[in-house]
């Protein structure tokens, strides 16, 4: 039997509507980690000086490393939601490597998705990182259960994907960061364990308590870009003098297109932040940048 390769190792997530499981799509990497979480149980009556770890609960999580970024603000949608879902992880197969071999080792169980970071980059393809906590036990993965096979979409480039930054938090923004060269939008649910003593058997249960967002841009403290849009810019003065006031800004993340990047289009989600930290560099012989660090300022808003 040949060895498994990585792309033939795939996590699945059910779709209730179709009633079937779904790969997630055009992934890059995978990672499922199971953990036994154990407790020292050597005492006085034991000669020796070895530990003896004893298994207390089972807890298991799994991460997710895709190209896909057109369904972002379904993501955003699923952690606001603070939902459990089904995952499955197998084995796969055929030309778009989306067909169960129904492995020994695959498994199913529900999760929730605590962790997301979208990447929208200058002059690379944008990506995502999803990060799942498992609640509750494991199960085997019956031959019954189907796989959907979904479309293979289409890679974005993050300089089509910007974000626009008001002035306060009355006003929908308008304008971008001009010289943008990173934008990452982070999201985050803490989790804590729910297990009681009325609670069967070994395995974790997890529960979501809070929900905390943040967004990260760097840019050119001033570029050579030819600007031909007649849609101005945030500067870097303009952040100074926003994170002087040390208020709440709106800030919208969206598709754009035109003369220089600036058009907004599609939005894809959207809300409130507190400027908490801005980085100004100036190295020896490279482009001098700056670092803004917003951090959420209530719910965000995920576009229809």
């Known amino acids: 039997m040949a060895t498994l390769k990585g792309q033939n190792f795939r996590i699945c997530v059910y779709d209730t509507s179709a009633e079937k499981y779904k790969v997630i799509g055009m992934a890059t990497n995978c990672v499922v980690t199971l953990t036994n979480n ?23 999580s799994v991460q997710v490393d895709s190209l896909n970024v057109a369904d972002t603000a379904a993501m955003l949608t699923a952690i606001k939601a603070m939902a459990p879902m089904t995952l499955m992880w197998d084995e796969t197969s055929t ?45 085997t993965v019956g031959s019954s259960e189907a796989v959907d096979v979904i479309s293979i979409g289409s890679i974005t480039k993050g300089q089509f994907v910007r974000l626009f930054l008001g002035s306060d938090n009355t006003t929908t923004p308008a304008t971008v960061i001009a010289s943008a060269k990173q934008l990452s939008l982070h999201v985050s649910v803490s989790v804590e364990s729910a297990t009681t003593k009325d609670t ?26 030819t600007i031909t849009s007649q849609t101005g810019a945030k500067s870097l003065s303009d952040l100074e003098t926003i994170y002087e006031a040390g208020t709440p800004v709106k800030w919208v993340i969206a598709n754009v297109s035109g003369d220089n990047n600036r058009t907004k289009g599609a939005v894809i989600a959207s809300g409130s932040v507190v400027l908490t930290q801005l980085t100004l560099n100036g190295p020896n012989r490279q482009n001098a940048d700056y670092q803004a660090t917003l951090t959420g300022y209530g719910d965000y808003t995920v576009a229809a």
């Open 38 to 60: 154990t407790e020292d149980a050597s005492h006085k009556d034991i000669v020796g000086a070895a530990a003896l770890p004893v298994t207390v609960s089972h807890g298991w």
């Open 95 to 139: 030309t778009d490597n989306q067909s169960r071999e129904k492995a020994t080792f695959a498994r199913k169980g529900s999760a929730y998705l605590t962790d997301g970071t979208f990447s929208f980059n200058d002059r690379e393809n944008a990506q995502k990182s999803l990060q799942f906590s498992g609640t509750g036990p494991l199960e």
């Open 200 to 225: 069967t058997g070994e395995w974790d249960v997890q529960e979501p308590t809070a929900l905390n967002y943040d967004i990260t841009s760097s840019a050119l403290m001033r570029g050579n870009d």
